[in-house]
Structure formats: structure tokens, C-alpha cells
T-cell receptor, first 111, second 115 residues
Framework: GQNIDQPTEMTATEGAIVQINCTYQ??????LFWYQQHAGEAPTFLSY????GLEEKGRFSSFLSRSKGYSYLLLKELQMKDSASYLC????????????FGRGTQLTVWP | DSGVTQTPKHLITATGQRVTLRCSPR?????VYWYQQSLDQGLQFLIQ???????AKGNILERFSAQQFPDLHSELNLSSLELGDSALYFC??????????????FGPGTRLTVL
């Protein structure tokens, strides 16, 4: 299996910062995707990390540590519209384009 | 709007029936992927096509089949439907099929309800 592990649920308040962690199996690892999915809607691409370190993109940043099999998504200045499921998907070249998604972390942002 | 279109948006049918879901990829994308998302299973990869040829298979049942046509649109056929097939079915597309990471863009999905 892919052994992708994310917390099932998280809550935070508007304006706060939240960090969503993801751990995965490191064998054959090439990079890691993060997607956002609102209930009943399509997943939308947030970020792709292939190198170690933090990549910032507006209010969202994503971090990767390849040796530790660890990534996190950092969401700053939370807004109500950020309430969604966040899916972590490690990519392995051996599986061609196929992505294996974690179960997702359901984030609820309270006013 | 990702540029990927799927029809129909909703489908309600009975057990034992057969349905066809349709997907049109983003302009220029050669790869099409199908995923199933049910409440208890998360987002599961079913199958990938690249430029008309099957490239990878995931947890796709034998009752399910897919194809990609010369104009690159794809269809997912589900037959002998069971209650457990009720789910959201997503299609995604990406430009290439090179074994390297290629961002996938998802369509809005088809919600299938089997009664």
C-alpha cells in the first residue's frame, strides 16, 4: 500500500494558521501533490513539491522532507471558504501518472 | 473551471443496469484518468488512458470498462450495477504521460446513485 497518513479532521478559527501533516512511504518517491476538495466538488490542485523545503504560494505553503517521508500544508489567514478536505498524494514514477490519495483532512474554519 | 467536462452531472438508475459516463479532457491534454470516490473509500484510481491507449489500471472492477476515442474524449462504462457502486466518479486530465509528475485537473464529477 501507499501508507499515506493524514489527520482525519481539524478545526481552526478565521484568521488563524493551520498546518496539515502528511506522512507517506518513501520507496520510489518522486514528489507530492496537495489538492483541495470542497464537499461534492472536484479536487483542485494546490501544490506540487519535488525538492525538500518550503514553497510559498500566497496564503498556502507546502513543505517537503523526502528523507523523512513527511509533508505539510500550511494555511495562513484562514477564511471560511478554506473549509474543505485537503488531500495529500505522493507521486511515484513507477506508477506512471497514477496518483494515490490519502483519505484527506477535513478542515472546518469557524468564525 | 478546470476545463475538464463530464456528463451527466447526476445519474440515478437501478441495480443490474448499465450506464455510460462521459469525459472531455482539457484542450491539448492527452491523458485521461478515472477515479471513484465513495464516502467510505476516499478517492480511488480506476484507470488511465493516454492518446487512446490504456496505460494503467487501478482498482477497477471487471464489470467496469473504459475507452478513449480518437478525439480524446473518454467513456467509463459501468454494468450490472450494484448498490455499492453509488459514488462520485471523477475524470481528470493531464498533458502528458511520461512517468514524471504531471498535474491532473479534475472535472466536476458524475454522481451515480444506484437504487
Amino acid at each position: 500500500g501507499q501508507n499515506i497518513d493524514q489527520p482525519t479532521e481539524m478545526t481552526a478559527t478565521e484568521g488563524a494558521i493551520v498546518q496539515i501533516n502528511c506522512t507517506y512511504q518513501t520507496s520510489g518517491f518522486n514528489g507530492l501533490f496537495w489538492y483541495q476538495q470542497h464537499a461534492g466538488e472536484a479536487p483542485t490542485f494546490l501544490s506540487y513539491n519535488v525538492l525538500d523545503g518550503l514553497e510559498e504560494k500566497g496564503r498556502f505553503s507546502s513543505f517537503l522532507s523526502r528523507s523523512k517521508g513527511y509533508s505539510y500544508l500550511l494555511l495562513k489567514e484562514l477564511q471560511m471558504k478554506d473549509s474543505a478536505s485537503y488531500l495529500c498524494a505522493p507521486f511515484r514514477g513507477s506508477t506512471l501518472g497514477r496518483l494515490y490519495f490519502g483519505r484527506g483532512t477535513q478542515l472546518t474554519v469557524w468564525p | 473551471d478546470s476545463g475538464v467536462t463530464q456528463t451527466p452531472k447526476h445519474l440515478i438508475t437501478a441495480t443490474g443496469q448499465r450506464v455510460t459516463l462521459r469525459c472531455s479532457p482539457r484542450s491539448g491534454d492527452l491523458s485521461v484518468y478515472w477515479y471513484q470516490q465513495s464516502l467510505d473509500q476516499g478517492l480511488q484510481f480506476l484507470i488511465q488512458y493516454y492518446n487512446g491507449e490504456e496505460r494503467a489500471k487501478g482498482n477497477i472492477l471487471e464489470r467496469f470498462s473504459a475507452q478513449q476515442f480518437p478525439d480524446l474524449h473518454s467513456e467509463l462504462n459501468l454494468s450490472s450495477l450494484e448498490l455499492g457502486d453509488s459514488a462520485l466518479y471523477f475524470c481528470a486530465s493531464s498533458p502528458l504521460d511520461r512517468g514524471a509528475a504531471d498535474t491532473q485537473y479534475f472535472g466536476p464529477g458524475t454522481r451515480l446513485t444506484v437504487l
